[in-house]
């Protein structure tokens, strides 16, 4: 930087600054061949190197090329895994070995030999061998169930007998292929003509995704050098306790302003709910006053804890240490473990209000007994609605419960009131988000984000807003029709548990033109809340 100061600004100020770019990565075709040449030394020193063949050191090269790809969807972030993945060279080494003892196994019997002295299949089992590297060699560590579904789509398309026969694209006008040559110097020599610049087009996650998860990682490396703020070393300790004092009591003010004035009381509730179906209430009637008394207790828990931060911090006394960690959170601004289970990164104040919406869309419920649409934000425990409504069906059928079967499908319609049948079983679910895909409403199928879409998300992630989502109960076994069965979650995080928390809650079948995998490899999920308002889930 020194060098190239077009400002003229002083090596001070530039020995004490952080400069971020965003340059071409240049580290795939390196990977590959670099794996390659190891393999290649590998069977030199190797006294059976006489059986490689060249189907097996092309399946080399297309595994080589599956490491590769498997780290560089690490850069999109919750887009491409739940968990960064990443393999060892052991690993990859295992699977090769694998490869070649299944291709040595099942080759045809040199001249002379007859067939009948040794039962040989006539061809290779490649999804055995598929379904092995899959849940051992490359996904026995892989945890979420969205990983594992992503990294068997990844190796179905890698590990295949095209693959092992040379001239096979993995992706139409990509560089990156299997030639048909079949020994070790050819194929290097094919890697080294590859761009010498990454392209991520061969990780299926698309372009317009590919730059936002680089601008993600600039803006996280700049949000921590926010942080590092030298004018708090220069404040001494008692001025910085008098902010944090007069900041906390102007946002517990402001929390006591927005909260309810008013627990859910008995006299919100529908005379239809306390009706009983031989001596037992509805299921569905029984999860809503679970959820009337979860909400009741976090009110009071909410009420009670600033109470108590007053009093500690009037009187002078420390803290204990539960009421240290909500203390110090709500003076960041953010929301306490303790509050809601899991840590929700939106700014405190709109978080109250949020849950000011989420108590009425209960009394609501409470008030009219019965309703048609779900809001699953406004649930403390959305997956025991589901849960609630099959036992329901059960109730109402006086069928056994392990015989209904709930279908979630994607609708046209965009409000309840443009249904125009609601004297039906089904009930609808609203409010919900599709990231990385959308619905065709005109052709109703999955389809790609467009343009627009993308340019109306300005944060960290690229989603669409969902038609209502019908839930209908069937006697019937579910058949399979080809449809992408599209995870749901509450968070915008793909993660089946969070803490204690079950974040995915259902499935829904969406019609698709395309391969379930194509889906799969997108990243397409849905979310309960909004992602364009909450950036970012921890634990």
């Given amino acids: 930087i020194l060098s190239m100061n077009p400002m003229r600004l002083s090596r001070t100020i530039l020995n004490h600054s952080v400069r971020v770019a965003i340059q071409p990565a240049k580290l795939m075709k390196e990977k590959v061949a670099k794996s390659l040449t190891y393999f290649h030394e590998q069977e030199s020193a190797s006294p059976i190197k006489d059986k490689h063949t060249p189907q097996y050191r092309r399946l080399l090269l297309s595994l080589s090329i599956l490491h590769v790809v498997l780290e560089k969807r690490n850069l999109f972030g919750q887009s491409a895994w739940v968990r960064p993945y990443y393999a060892t060279r052991g690993e990859i080494e295992c699977a090769g070995k694998l490869a070649f003892y299944v291709l040595d196994a099942f080759k045809d019997p040199p001249l002379g030999v007859s067939t009948s002295v040794v039962f040989r299949p ?59 040559q079949g020994t070790f110097p050819e194929l290097i020599k094919f890697v080294d003509s590859l761009p010498s610049v990454d392209d991520y087009d061969i990780c299926n996650m698309g372009v317009e995704i590919t730059k936002f998860g680089q601008k993600q990682e600039v803006e996280n490396i700049l949000s921590s050098i926010q942080r590092m703020d030298p004018r708090k070393n220069l404040q001494s300790k008692n001025s910085l306790q008098e902010h944090e004092q007069t900041k906390l009591n102007a946002l517990i003010a402001k929390i006591r302003g927005d909260m309810p004035e008013v627990e859910l009381s008995k006299e919100d509730i529908n005379p239809i709910i306390l009706e009983a179906k031989k001596g037992n209430l509805y299921a569905h009637h029984m999860f809503l006053l679970q959820e009337m008394s979860r909400y009741n207790s976090l009110i009071r828990k909410i009420q009670s804890t600033l109470v108590q931060i007053e009093f500690h911090l009037q009187s002078g006394n420390l803290f204990p240490i539960y009421l240290e960690s909500i203390y110090l959170t709500l003076i960041e601004d953010r929301v306490p473990e303790e509050y809601c289970g899991y840590y929700w990164n939106h700014p405190l104040g709109e978080w109250i209000i949020t849950l000011k919406k989420r108590i009425e869309f209960i009394r609501d419920w409470l008030k009219a007994g019965e309703i048609k649409s779900y809001w699953l934000k406004g649930l403390m425990y959305p997956k025991g609605l589901f849960n609630s409504l099959l036992i329901f069906y059960s109730q109402q059928s006086e069928e056994s419960v392990d015989r209904i079967n709930l279908y979630y499908q994607m609708t046209s319609y965009r409000d309840i009131t443009e ?75 793909k993660e089946g548990r969070i803490g204690d928390f079950d974040n995915l809650i259902a499935r829904v079948d969406c019609p698709t033109d395309l391969k379930k995998q194509f889906w799969i490899l997108k990243g397409v999920y849905i979310s309960c809340i909004d992602p364009e308002l909450n950036a970012q889930f921890s634990h």
């Fill in 122 to 180: 006539t061809a290779v089992p490649w999804e055995p061998m598929r379904r092995v590297l899959e849940t051992i060699s490359l996904g026995g560590k892989v945890l979420e169930e969205f990983d594992k579904a992503t990294i068997g789509c990844l190796i179905d398309m890698y590990i295949t007998e095209d693959a092992a026969n040379g001239n096979y694209a993995f992706k139409e006008n990509n560089p990156y292929r299997i030639p048909s």
């Fill in 419 to 493: 249904v125009p049948n609601l004297e039906g079983q089904a009930v609808y679910l609203y409010d919900l988000y599709m990231i990385n895909g959308r619905h065709n409403t005109e052709s109703n199928v999955l389809d790609e984000l467009t343009p627009d879409h993308l340019k109306r998300c300005t944060g960290h992630y690229k989603f669409s807003r969902l038609p209502l989502v019908a839930i209908t109960p069937s006697l019937e076994p579910k058949e399979d029709q080809g449809d992408y069965e599209c995870p749901v979650y509450f968070l915008p995080k």
